[in-house]
């Protein structure tokens, strides 16, 4: 039999695992206290980038307003860009994909729980490195993707941009570390009988999200790298004056990264909406091959399509035909996946809880920017929109109206597994429809100032152009988002206390995580299950049954199992910080290059040389 | 990490695999395919850059300075990197013996021939003093280059030819670390044919390391 070193620990169905205390969170392995670490930090930093664009709407609700200077109006809308993309929607995936995947594959843990914490850890240092200036306004300022030559020290010469490239290569090494340990773990730790094609719908997304991260992360990486060269030590990659540098290479290899970027942030929410749908209908998804099959179709489109961000710099028809066709292309599967989802909730038994709502929200609300992405796919038209309100319209329609509506969904449907109670359903639907309201009355506006002629990130206006109401009305939108957020909160905090208990499946959904109980034993699974089917607890055979009967038992310690458990350890943690110690030397003080190094090198060898876990004997 | 010896009658191991193997296997070859993507935007940044530099030195025209009047010769020096990048791929060699030799570690060897083909250490030091003679040579070429007045400054060549060659170097340096810690261990307590996995993903990083030298030694130095 196994046995473990440690003492054998006391199951309490409220904290998770035996551990509770700061301690137990800085050295925590365990996938499930990491995913909500990543939700933690990832919704303050949503409120963060939430607070940044309430500023910036109050200073564009009327023309000629001086709320907040031109200076600082730039570094708002840059910092609100970078917080919501990097900081907000891209972990607050990997808060899902931490929880979930390893739950959804039948796994006790992911491939590598150390290097997991490290993901976790760059993260949150890398989030506050680039947050940090905004509150001494030296905040970057040259919009979220950063074009060179403009971004370069002739153009830029103060710390603001340090701060971007740096914090962008930090959240980079964060992203690369977990997109190699998920991969690894979907590839790799399926329980037996888990087939490709019996793997749920959230797994397969952050399978592809996965791919895309591994492959498009080092362009952004490297055309980072240049930057910082050029900023630091004088190179020439983007010296367009003096050296002949090309303006448009910083735009092709931040695109090449920028646009499956998208997809990166989009199908983890079309994975939770691919959940909670089914559930909530009690059908099957509709047509789960053409999902799957759809999802690597826009994945590797979404590598073709770059420079449809680059029409308006005069590519010549050639190049500007090709990008406009395989950007409509890539409205072909992305709309099957639309279709499949009507089809899915389709003479289905619906019940319309918050999740429901959500995830029928995100359908209907992406559609718009869906449609909005396919008008300016077309270079004559993007001529007319590119840089205007339109494109801000349509972006927000793609990630609020996908990204993050599918995440809030994905919240309500999976708090009880986290948390073990269930959310207060009037509250959420409080919530929703808040949102709704909020999201439509800022964004659809937008359309119409940029048709207008609005161009993006001007910091006033002149009145008598036609955009005053239309301003108005989207501040009025904004203004509303923080009741709907407060809510949510409130509601949030509130259930995790005192929220109906859940039971280990409260709603009565197929797949794996609803056998085990809520929240899940730091084991995951009492009994590594075998799997029959895609929902093993709507349409499975005797085994899956059995291995469901098994695993929702409460109350067993890993010991009393013989299961061994990794160590927690601190270590991921100190190479992180060594990590941004030293970029830190960058900009402060060239000693912390060598502090920062020697802290991560000691720490690294540490850790690669302590055992994961005890021995088996 | 000892999966192996866990008894039939323990329950399902911690370290089931859907695929049977390490998923450090499969980690590595993700890394690797992610580093394609990053030698792949720096060569690519290089080609785009190639002959568009205002300046010299050039890496294969002669370049008169029209202020000082100065010629500058073509500054690549093929022949001395057409050594180094023989000691690169000769470290590959090396690097599958030394792979050979901690896989049939616990091997019966009878000849002379058997025991220095079985000898790990020997292998991986020979591997990593290939790796750092490719380090040496590539430090006497830079020292060389800002000599003959190219630096990362200098033009659109210089910038993008260090940042390329620079950044493979650094992958050389950091694989030479990984071999002197697998040396470290191997002096500590032996590597053995339960070891071999580590060997054989410090090996798949040599090599690929090496690969994507001849592409840089093909494009940046044979072509012209």
């Not at chain 1, 498009?216 to 540098?245: H, Q």
Request: with cysteine.
């Amino acid at each position: 039999m196994a046995t473990t070193a440690r003492p054998a620990p006391k199951h309490s169905p409220d904290a998770y695992g035996e551990h509770s205390g700061l301690w137990s969170w800085l050295s925590t392995v365990d996938h499930k206290r990491i995913g909500i670490l990543y939700l933690y930090t990832a919704l303050f930093f949503f409120m963060f980038g939430g607070v940044e664009a309430i500023i910036i709407r109050a200073q564009l609700g009327a023309p000629n307003q001086h709320l907040v200077s031109a200076e600082f109006y730039n570094q708002l809308f840059t910092m609100h860009g970078t917080t919501m993309i990097f900081l907000a929607i891209m972990p607050l995936s990997a808060a899902f994909f931490n929880f979930l995947i390893p739950l959804q594959i039948g796994a006790r843990d992911v491939a590598f729980p150390r290097l997991n914490a490290f993901s976790y850890w760059v993260y949150l240092f890398g989030g506050i490195f680039i947050t940090i200036p905004i509150l001494f306004a030296v905040a970057p300022n040259d919009g979220w993707f950063g074009y060179a030559p403009l971004t370069t020290r002739a153009y830029s010469p103060g710390i603001n941009i340090d701060f971007w490239v740096i914090g962008l290569l930090i959240l980079g090494v964060s992203s690369l570390a977990a997109a190699f340990n998920f991969l690894t773990t979907i590839i790799n730790l399926r329980a037996p009988g888990m087939t490709l094609m019996r793997m749920p719908m959230f797994t397969w997304m952050a399978f592809i999200v996965q791919v895309l991260l591994v492959l498009a992360f080092p362009v952004i990486t490297i055309a980072l790298v240049f930057l910082l060269f050029d900023r630091f030590f004088g190179t020439n990659f983007y010296n367009t004056v003096s050296a002949g540098a090309d303006p448009l290479l910083w735009q092709h290899l931040f695109w090449i990264f920028g646009h499956p970027e998208v997809y990166i942030l989009v199908l983890p929410a079309f994975g939770l909406v691919s959940e909670v749908l089914p559930t909530y209908s009690k059908k099957p998804l509709f047509g789960y091959p053409v999902m799957v099959y759809s999802g690597i179709l826009i994945a590797v489109l979404g590598f073709g399509v770059w420079a449809h961000h680059m029409f308006a710099v005069g590519m010549g028809p050639i190049a500007d035909t090709f990008f406009g066709l395989t950007t409509m292309l890539i409205a072909i599967p992305t709309g099957v996946k639309i279709f499949n989802w009507i089809a899915t909730m389709a003479q289905g038994s619906i019940r319309y809880t918050t999740a429901m709502l959500f995830g029928i929200g995100l359908v209907a609300l992406f559609t718009i920017g869906g449609i909005s992405g396919i008008m300016h796919a077309s270079p004559p038209a993007d001529l007319q929109q590119t840089d205007t309100y339109f494109i801000v319209a349509h972006f927000h329609y793609v990630l609020f109206g996908g990204s993050i509506m599918g995440i809030f969904g994905g919240i309500y449907h999976y708090f009880p597994k986290i948390t073990g109670r269930l959310m207060d359903e009037k509250l959420g639907k409080i919530h929703f429809w808040l949102t709704v309201v909020a999201m439509n009355l800022t964004f659809f506006p937008m359309h119409f100032s940029g048709m207008l002629g609005m161009p993006r990130r001007i910091y006033t206006y002149d009145a008598g152009q036609g955009w005053d109401l239309f301003n108005a009305m989207s501040t009025a939108g904004a203004m509303i988002f923080p009741i709907a957020m407060l809510v949510f909160i409130y509601n949030f905090f509130v259930s995790r206390k005192r929220g109906e208990i859940a039971g280990s499946n409260p709603w009565g959904a197929g797949t794996l995580e609803w056998t085990i109980p809520s929240p899940p034993p730091e084991y995951n699974f009492a009994k590594i299950p075998t799997v029959t089917s895609r929902y093993p607890l709507w349409e499975g055979k005797e085994v899956d049954y059995e291995c469901a009967r098994i695993n929702s038992q409460e109350g067993k310690t890993p010991a009393d199992l013989g299961i061994v458990m990794p160590y927690s350890t601190i270590k991921p943690l100190l190479v992180a910080l060594g990590l941004v110690t030293m970029f830190c030397g960058l900009i402060f003080a060239r000693a912390l290059i060598g502090v920062g190094a020697a802290l991560m090198i000691f720490s690294l060898y540490s850790w690669l040389l302590s055992p994961l876990e005890p021995e088996h004997h | 990490m000892s999966a192996s010896a866990t008894p039939v009658s323990a329950p399902a191991p911690h370290h089931y695999t859907a695929l049977g193997i390490d998923s450090r296997k499969i980690a590595i070859w993700a890394f690797i395919g992610s580093e394609c993507m990053l030698f792949v935007s720096l060569i690519s940044t290089y080609l785009i850059y190639k002959g568009r530099s205002i300046v010299g030195p050039f890496p294969h025209e002669t370049w008169t300075d029209p202020a000082t009047g100065r010629v500058l010769k073509p500054i690549l020096n093929i022949p001395v990197t057409s050594a180094s990048t023989f000691v690169l791929l000769m470290s590959s060699l090396f690097m599958v013996l030394a792979l050979a030799a901690v896989q049939n570690k616990e091997k019966p060897k009878q000849t002379r021939g058997e025991r220095i083909l079985g000898n790990s250490k020997l292998w991986l030091w020979m591997t990593a003093m290939a790796g750092t003679t490719f380090l040496g040579f590539q430090a006497f070429e830079f020292t060389s280059f800002v000599h003959e007045g190219l630096t990362i400054r200098t033009n659109l060549f210089g910038s993008s030819f260090f940042t390329l060659t620079g950044f493979h170097g650094a992958h050389v340096t950091a694989g030479v670390l990984w071999l002197v810690t697998l040396l470290a261990i191997d002096y500590r307590r032996g590597l053995g044919s339960r070891d071999s996995l580590l060997v054989d993903i410090a090996a798949l990083y040599w090599h690929f390391v090496d690969v994507i030298w001849i592409v840089i030694f093909t494009l940046v130095y044979l072509i012209k």
